[in-house]
């Protein structure tokens, strides 16, 4: 089996075909190594990929139809695409909301329109949690998601819809997984996780907006890697959350962050961000019953391996600029 992993050299994404590797599929990677964020931490994710006989790397714009093209071209005999490149970040989309629409949109109809004009019929999407913008919790994968509360989040939903399309008219066989709050190591420097760490670590202060009790619903990036493989299944066209149905507030994690370096954290508060929602939670009933899918790690064990992960890079990784996403 041969599968095209979009944003090879990303969080999710190295991931991903790590375990597509361990189960010996030929993974044919593509990642544009966007300078946007540091791309020492891409390198190091893709470095751990490189040695392995079975994955083919390609430096890849998805947002260029002539790049897009050629990718295809070259490795005509693809089974799916797993579409995991993507601008992520939801404070970052109002800053420059043309670069996540260009990625995520315009991305993923270039790899809609390659698929059937060479035939390729199993598509999955990185989706995310964002798009239910303050709906009812649990979020529900039938519940309206049609209030997104930024950019980022209403290019995803651009994305799914756009995903329907294809399906409907071309008979993909299309998966959209919304994934919660994915956190470990070598996690993404904008992410709340990643940044918590340093700076209780470094001493520097820690940046909060809100008073902490807003909720989050933490997903193990090993348990995010393991569901988005799991949607290779032929499903027709369905969305499905991946999350760990145990929303958390942002004030215990720092607590637990706190415990596992042995240090306080010193606490600068900024006003509430207007694009953040008050909490979020994943309904996961889908994703057990149609993937066989359920997170197996605790949020204490992933700190712990996102902890351990950050001091043993810590030379390097305490230099990476830290984004606005929080």
Same mark, same amino acid.
């Given at each position: 089996?041969? =599968?095209?992993?979009? /944003?090879?050299?990303?969080?999710?994404?190295?991931?991903?075909?790590?375990?597509?590797?361990?189960?010996?599929?030929? &993974?044919?990677?593509?990642?544009?190594?966007?300078?946007?964020?540091?791309?020492?931490?891409?390198?190091? %994710?893709?470095?751990?990929?490189?040695?392995?006989?079975?994955?083919?790397?390609?430096?890849?714009?998805?947002?260029?139809?002539?790049?897009?093209?050629?990718?295809?071209?070259?490795?005509?005999?693809?089974?799916?695409?797993?579409?995991?490149?993507?601008?992520?970040?939801? %404070?970052?989309?109002?800053?420059?909301?043309?670069?996540?629409?260009?990625?995520?949109?315009?991305?993923?109809?270039?790899?809609?329109?390659?698929?059937?004009?060479?035939?390729?019929?199993?598509?999955?999407?990185?989706?995310?949690?964002?798009?239910? /913008?303050?709906?009812?919790?649990?979020?529900?994968?039938?519940?309206?998601?049609? %209030?997104?509360?930024?950019?980022?989040?209403?290019?995803?939903?651009?994305?799914?819809?756009?995903?329907?399309?294809?399906?409907?008219?071309?008979? @993909?066989?299309?998966?959209?997984?919304?994934?919660?709050?994915?956190?470990?190591?070598?996690?993404?420097?904008?992410?709340?996780?990643?940044?918590?760490? %340093?700076?209780?670590?470094?001493?520097?202060?820690?940046?909060?907006?809100?008073?902490?009790?807003?909720?989050?619903?933490?997903?193990? &990036?090993?348990?995010?890697?393991? /569901?988005?493989?799991?949607? @290779?299944?032929?499903? /027709?066209?369905?969305?499905?959350?991946?999350?760990?149905?145990?929303?958390?507030? =942002?004030?215990?994690?720092?607590?637990?962050?706190?415990?596992?370096?042995?240090?306080?954290?010193? =606490?600068?508060?900024?006003?509430?961000?207007?694009?953040?929602?008050?909490?979020?939670?994943?309904?996961?009933?889908?994703?057990?019953?149609?993937?066989?899918?359920?997170?197996?790690?605790?949020?204490?064990?992933?700190?712990?391996?996102?902890?351990?992960?950050?001091?043993?890079?810590?030379?390097?990784?305490?230099?990476?600029?830290?984004? =606005?996403?929080?």
């Amino acid at each position: 089996m041969t =599968i095209l992993v979009t /944003g090879c050299a990303g969080f999710i994404g190295s991931k991903v075909t790590e375990r597509l590797l361990q189960q010996g599929v030929e &993974v044919v990677g593509a990642d544009n190594l966007n300078p946007t964020s540091d791309v020492r931490l891409k390198q190091w %994710r893709l470095d751990q990929l490189q040695a392995h006989p079975q994955f083919e790397f390609n430096r890849t714009d998805i947002t260029d139809r002539a790049q897009t093209h050629a990718l295809f071209e070259r490795h005509p005999r693809l089974e799916a695409v797993l579409n995991l490149a993507a601008r992520a970040g939801v %404070r970052q989309s109002l800053i420059d909301p043309w670069a996540y629409y260009a990625t995520n949109v315009i991305g993923t109809l270039n790899l809609l329109e390659q698929m059937r004009h060479f035939g390729v019929a199993k598509f999955v999407l990185a989706s995310t949690s964002s798009v239910y /913008g303050d709906g009812t919790r649990p979020f529900r994968e039938d519940q309206p998601s049609d %209030r997104p509360r930024s950019p980022y989040a209403a290019s995803k939903k651009s994305a799914e819809t756009l995903c329907y399309s294809y399906a409907a008219l071309y008979g @993909l066989d299309v998966t959209v997984l919304r994934y919660f709050t994915v956190y470990g190591p070598a996690g993404r420097p904008d992410m709340s996780i990643f940044r918590f760490i %340093r700076w209780i670590a470094e001493g520097n202060p820690l940046v909060l907006y809100g008073d902490g009790s807003q909720e989050r619903d933490f997903t193990y &990036v090993e348990d995010a890697a393991a /569901g988005t493989v799991a949607a @290779l299944r032929k499903v /027709g066209y369905d969305v499905i959350n991946l999350g760990s149905d145990r929303p958390v507030s =942002i004030r215990d994690v720092i607590t637990q962050l706190e415990r596992l370096l042995e240090r306080k954290a010193t =606490i600068t508060h900024r006003p509430v961000h207007p694009a953040d929602v008050p909490a979020t939670w994943a309904d996961i009933s889908r994703a057990r019953r149609i993937l066989d899918w359920e997170p197996r790690t605790s949020l204490e064990q992933g700190l712990e391996h996102a902890v351990r992960w950050y001091l043993t890079n810590r030379s390097w990784a305490s230099e990476l600029p830290l984004e =606005i996403e929080g």
